[in-house]
């Protein structure tokens, strides 16, 4: 909400395009913004268009012709001063799609937002986009901090962020993990949760999610992708269930190649479906991007609720301390932390020793290795050799610890991960201090 606030006001502001998955919330944000800062929404959704509306596109894409329309479509005046005009899921219609580019040039004067949730396949399908001529923000499932602010616990979040080396809430935060891991950070299912704490109605609205999904299979590929999608979709329990979870195709059925299934895989990524950490076997050389390897491969879930789901995870195990974390080899805490760090761009590191770092980023101009423990036995074999061949200024592992600085290693406890950006900069400032 602050991001859209500041596009209202900036100078120079172009149509904005909310892009991510179905249902993490765009439309509720943006009529929600619109309801508080403008005096007016017109609304339009593309996602079942009346034949009046694609009509209305047909013909000439001028801004002040298609504001004239919907104004009598929608029986509204819209004034560049005080409506917001949204389009939603304007990749269904696509010269609404192109018509922003018009907007931006000829009537920069609107407040024209947009959002999308297939963008990225209608795209490859040949529609015109409008390249420069948009903002651009994206919108993700509920990490585990606006979690907890949606359950009430902004004060206790905000004095662990003051003290972050204390932990005087463990007990509280780790029951609310718990609940995450299960619920995940589906806007509607998270709300249905705080409403009921019924764990059946959270298995019933992630199926619903789930199967929504799996329509967009059928309803906008052939039959064969659909297939190699559904496939690829319902394989990716099995794949973080192996010794090593690097994506395998054979996992995916006997025989299984490469060249059979990319475009499915593209397909789940252009969708926000799915999230792609690509392999380096570098620690000490910027930018990792140019240092990856596309062919090796990690593959996580939009969400870690739906990810349980469809793994048939139950509630008993999630509430099984033991369990959890011992008998299911961890499914579930790469996941949780991938999902905390999606503003950051991931990659997994490997080594010639068949040693494996769960996550490594950069951090400014230096590389920072993450790794990522199940319960409280921390020790890290891949980890102590990263930090032995490269010798970052600081490294991060994850686990039921408690948090604290050892060193130039600093411990984070899985449900302390709101204050990850706070203590990484904190540990780095005093890490060079020490140096």
């Known amino acids: 909400m602050s991001e859209l606030v500041l596009w209202k006001g900036k100078k120079g502001r172009k149509p904005l395009l909310l892009e991510g998955a179905r249902q993490v919330g765009k439309t509720w944000l943006l009529k929600e913004f619109g309801k508080r800062y403008f005096k007016n929404v017109a609304y339009v959704n593309f996602q079942n268009p009346s034949r009046e509306i694609t009509d209305l596109f047909e013909g000439s894409i001028e801004p002040r012709r298609i504001v004239g329309m919907l104004e009598l479509y929608l029986d509204m ?32 004067e609107y407040y024209v937002v947009t959002a999308g949730s297939l963008l ?10 409008p390249v420069g001529k948009v903002d651009s923000l994206r919108l993700e499932p509920l990490d585990f901090e606006e979690f907890l602010w949606a359950n009430g616990r902004d004060k206790m979040l905000d004095y662990i962020k003051e003290h972050p080396f204390e932990n005087q809430f463990k007990e509280i935060f780790y029951d609310l993990f718990k609940y995450y891991l299960f619920t995940g950070g589906m806007p509607a299912v998270v709300a249905d949760w705080i409403e009921t704490r019924d764990f059946d109605n959270v298995k019933i609205n992630q199926e619903k999610i789930l199967n929504n999904y799996r329509n967009d299979f059928s309803k906008h590929t052939d039959h064969t992708t659909a297939i190699r999608i559904r496939q690829v979709f319902d394989s990716l329990p099995a ?146 050799q990263f930090r032995e061949k490269y010798a970052p200024k600081i490294s991060v592992r994850f686990s039921l610890k408690d948090t604290n600085l050892d060193g130039d290693l600093l411990n984070i406890s899985l449900y302390y991960t709101p204050v990850f950006e706070l203590l990484l900069k904190l540990s780095s400032e005093k890490c060079v201090k020490q140096h």
Not at 122 to 129: A, P, Q, V
Not at 296 to 309: E, H, N, Q, T
Not at 311 to 337: R, S
């Open 239 to 384: 794949q973080f269930a192996k010794e090593n979870d690097k994506f395998l195709y054979g996992t995916i059925k006997t025989g299984a190649r490469a060249r059979e299934y990319e475009l499915a895989i593209e397909w789940l990524l252009d969708a926000g479906i799915v999230r792609r950490v690509n392999n380096v076997k570098v620690g000490d050389k910027i930018p990792l991007k140019a240092y990856s390897d596309p062919s090796a491969f990690k593959l996580y879930f939009v969400d870690i609720g739906l990810f349980r789901y469809l793994a048939d995870i139950p509630v008993e195990v999630i509430q099984n301390k033991d369990a959890i974390f011992d008998e299911f080899n961890g499914l579930l805490t790469e996941q949780f932390v991938l999902q905390q760090l999606t503003n950051h761009n991931l990659f997994y590191w490997t080594s010639e020793k068949i040693s494996e770092v769960d996550f490594v980023m950069q951090y400014g101009v230096d590389i920072l290795p993450i790794e990522v423990k199940s319960g409280i036995n921390v020790k890290a074999k891949s980890l102590k």
């Open 120 to 129: 990225g396949i209608f795209l490859h399908k040949g529609t015109s986009f």
């Open 77 to 108: 005046k819209i004034s560049a001063t005080d409506t917001l005009l949204f389009f939603d899921e304007v990749q269904e219609v696509p010269r609404a799609l192109t018509s922003l580019k018009y907007f931006c040039e000829d009537t920069p």
